[in-house]
């Protein structure tokens, strides 16, 4: 994940293009972005930067979406963490 997220840095900084992504572990993007739109239910229930999410206790992902069965054939590396 670290490739990618220095590639679209890159991309950002370089070419000034705005990055649009979808991204369900908040944590790991708060450092990163300027700013953090989230839904529920197809309503936005926050926008602004993930210092003021912080500050606001804004809202949580109260539930997890349910994990899709593997694809016929996939196997797992045995060193593998389950993400």
Do not use: C, K, Y
């Amino acid at each position: 994940m670290a490739e990618i997220f220095a590639v679209l840095e890159r991309l950002n900084r370089d070419a000034g293009t705005t990055i649009v992504m979808v991204e369900h572990r908040v944590d790991e993007l708060a450092d990163r972005v300027s700013r953090v739109l989230m839904m529920d239910r197809g309503s936005i229930v926050f926008d602004g930067t993930p210092r003021e999410h912080s500050r606001s206790g804004g809202p949580r992902i109260r539930r997890r979406m349910p994990r899709s069965p593997p694809a016929p054939g996939f196997r797992r590396p045995v060193n593998s963490p389950r993400a």
